[in-house]
């Protein structure tokens, strides 16, 4: 186990943190941008559009299941005439999307079990190390004690990034070299909190596992 450095990372013109943000922007670029098409495009109601609303989830990682539950409502509401036209049925899709999210969200009693636990699995490039720093970030701000386990040990540089989060907000980070075992890393981060009474610890996983 290593501990972290103190010294902030160097944040230079087109380094990490910007490649991250630029990564995200792309992200939500084409997902704004896959709705904009939507909204100017040619198509009008019927299968055609039906058929840019389903690619346009798609691409967005929406997911199969969720999609075609979204499409088949836009669908049963178009034949109901409750939707006459585009913008009709793009009003209906960002309402839908909202209550498909407020219906799975759940607040978080990271006071249940201490160290509470938080083990951040996705595939890769969906996002895990930059949402495991704003985490963080936002539980360190609260004064919590966090503590950050580098379990991704596949990805080439993945255990330095996390560390350089780890160094920005000044929490520590238990780590092993490249190519180690994660549930390792996991287990002696779990140790690691547990005998250092930390309120939290945040695991990082390797995406190409899921």
Known sequence: MNEPTRENPPE????????????LSKTRTSFAGGIDNLIHGKAQLGPELMDEVEETLLLADVGVQTTQRIIDELNRQIEEARIRDREGMLDHLRQMMIRLLETHQKDWDDSIHSPFVVLVVGVNGSGKTTTIGKLAQRWHNEGKKVMLAAGDTFRAAAVEQLQMWADRIGIACIRQNSGADPSAVAFDGVRAAVARKMDIVIIDTAGRLH
């Not at 230079?12 to 990564?23: C, I, R, T, V, Y």
């Open 12 to 23: 230079e013109k087109g380094g990490f943190f910007q490649s991250l943000k630029q990564g």
